[in-house]
């Protein structure tokens, strides 16, 4: 039976009144709306991309065969017709989000297109990151413009590819020094969203896809010291989670908060991989220069990431009691210690592990309270994971390994059943 059939039955048995039912029939009837128009969204945008494609491919079939006058024209047909349809969007519908994103969409595809073939037409010199560089600042302004989510995701993505390519694949050519304003560009549209469209789907995806794009260039600042930026990703992984345990971030699902989650598993992943003594073994051999590591700019990465994970969770515990701290948000500034002592002791890797095991058992404890199975699993799995880690990195017998995956796995299953006994109880 349809829901309409069941409010009227409601208002026959004087259940609900009118009034209310008429408010209920509103309801669903925006949700449907809702769910159409987020499809005709996504649609579009697809639709958009598939078409600026699919003209690429056609006309790259016959490509040798054209002049170059023609040749010239093809290329930019794509950009003269996406532009057109931006302007009839501002125009005509610039209320529709579909048309927005899908036109602005398509010209960003367009643009791209356009610089690669004049370059080939009339062998224009250049590299991937000038291609990259020149692509991302013509669509910049296209994102504020238009109001385009999508664009501005493209964005983040090109200037992530450009900061890798100059970072990681051209090193030590270049320095994708200009990558971190070409971000900060992007903060204005991000800040809109956080205002306007706090809960929708673009903001979402921009809270997963900025931290990601940091992480990812980070390591492009590595130059004579790496070994600083282990201090410098701990940070950013702190920071992040402190972020994703403001008001604002904590809202919405778990699997919404980006921030949070690569927090979270960046902490754990970089402690696992560092409980294991060849780091420290290299580090106490390593030798410093103090001149060098204060100009180095591994060291002006690291304080700045320490300094701001620093003064948020000062922020965030001001006024609050010292046992309300989560384990995580401290880590950073224990591995800064942690750092210091493993130039010239051996006792860093015990601590590290010792961390490890801490966070483990205090989200098991966390997962315990609040009755949240997956909090309890995920302390459990980091615990596992630093049972795997010693299981290969320690000579113990395999008695003893196998009794540490036994007690492990019944930990697993004795936790997991004594909350869903817990959750039948309160029943």
Known sequence: ????????????????????????????????????????????????????????????????????????????????????????TLMKRQDSIAWRESGSAFLFFAVGSSIALISQIYNIP???????????LLCLPL????????????????????????????????????YWLLLVCSFPHYYNLYKKKPESNFMIFHNWFIPLSVIISFGTVAKRTEELMFITYLSLFGLYYLIGNLDFFARPKAKNNGYKILGTLGTTSLLLTLSFDWFWEN?????????EVIRAPEFFASSITSLLAVGLLYWQQKGKIFKHIKPLATVFILFIVTFILGLYS?????????????????????????????????????????????????????VIRGVLFVSVGAGFFALNYWILNKRKTNE
């Open 346 to 398: 051996s006792i860093a890797v015990v601590l590290i592990n010792l961390f490890v095991l801490a966070i483990g058992i205090l989200t098991i404890r966390d997962g315990a309270r609040k009755d949240h199975l997956g909090i309890l699993n995920f302390g459990l799995l980091v615990i596992a994971a630093l049972v795997i880690c010693r299981f290969f990195d320690r000579d113990l017998s395999f």
């Open 283 to 291: 580090l106490r051999i390593k030798d410093f220069e103090f001149d």
């Open 126 to 136: 250049g590299d991937t990151g000038s291609f990259l560089l020149t692509w991302m």
């Open 1 to 88: 039976m349809s829901i309409h059939n069941d409010i009227s039955e409601l208002v026959k048995a004087d259940i609900i009144t009118q009034e209310t039912a008429d408010k209920m029939f509103d309801y669903y009837k925006n949700k449907g709306s809702s769910s159409t128009n987020r499809l005709f969204i996504v649609f579009g945008i697809l639709g958009a991309i598939l078409v600026g494609l699919g003209i690429i491919l056609i006309v790259a079939h016959n490509w040798d065969e054209l002049s170059r006058g023609t040749k010239t024209f093809f290329a930019f047909l794509p950009v003269l017709a996406g532009q057109m349809l931006c302007g009839y």
């Open 143 to 178: 994102v504020y413009l238009m109001n385009a989510s999508v664009t501005s995701l493209l964005y983040i993505s090109g200037i992530t590819y450009y900061a890798a390519y100059l970072g990681y694949w051209s090193y030590p050519s270049t320095d994708p020094y200009l």
